[in-house]
Structure formats: structure tokens, C-alpha cells
């Protein structure tokens, strides 16, 4: 599956951005998705995670209650939408699929067989 994701900028601290990532290439609903993040001079970093049909989301501790990872099987799109942006978001964000729908190791870049090119978020402050 190809991955293409779009969305990011330039954004104030306390604003908001909607990262979107649309697949092809296979049956996207097959897919679980997640978002990962990767500043400069760190390690990639998960960000959030959705299940084949929605059902289930988890996200990292330090975007819980900001941002929200949702899907739409039929536009073949996973959609990050991040509100209330820091500084600390600063990062280059990554889509990802994974062919399992649950999988204990979600947090982990490993178990995501696809990737798409990162988009650039700046959060200044």
C-alpha cells in the first residue's frame, strides 16, 4: 500500500492543524493505521493508532485529549487531527499500516509494514 500524507505548517501554539494520509494500492480497510512523529536529533516517536473499522484508537500520553485519530474506509484516508498544538509537537509526522487490526506492540514503529513521507508540523510558541 502507498501512503501519502499532507496537512502540515505553520501553526501558533494553541492552534490547530488536520494531517491527513490517503492510501492506495490495496484494500485500505484492512489496514490498521497509525501516526508517528520524529523531531530533529530524536527517535520516532507514536503519536496514535486506529483499527480496521474504527472501533479503537490509542494515542501516546502527550497528545491524549488533544489530538484525535479517526478514519474513512471510503476515501481510503486516516485523518490526525491535532488541537491545542505546543512547541513540543515540532515534528515531522509519519502515516503508517499495519495488517494486523490489534497488535500488543502498537506504540511500536516495527510492526507498521508501510510508510508514507513524513509532512512537517511547526508549532512556535
Known amino acids: 500500500v502507498q501512503l501519502q500524507a499532507s496537512g502540515g505548517g505553520l501553526v501558533q501554539a494553541g492552534g490547530s492543524l488536520r494531517l491527513s494520509c490517503k492510501a492506495s494500492g490495496r484494500t485500505f480497510s484492512n489496514f490498521a493505521m497509525g501516526w508517528f512523529r520524529q523531531a530533529p536529533g530524536k527517535e520516532r516517536q507514536f503519536v496514535a493508532r486506529i483499527t480496521w473499522g474504527g472501533a479503537t484508537t490509542y494515542y501516546a500520553d502527550s497528545v491524549k485529549g488533544r489530538f484525535t485519530i479517526s478514519r474513512d474506509n471510503a476515501k481510503n484516508t486516516v485523518y490526525l487531527q491535532m488541537n491545542s498544538l505546543k512547541p513540543e509537537d515540532t515534528a515531522d509526522y509519519y502515516c503508517?499500516?499495519?495488517?494486523?487490526?490489534?497488535?500488543?506492540?502498537?506504540?511500536?514503529?516495527?510492526?507498521?509494514?508501510?510508510w508514507g513521507q513524513g509532512t512537517q508540523v511547526t508549532v512556535s510558541s
Open positions: 503508517a499500516a499495519d495488517r494486523l487490526s490489534y497488535s500488543a506492540m502498537y506504540d511500536s514503529p516495527m510492526v507498521y509494514e508501510y
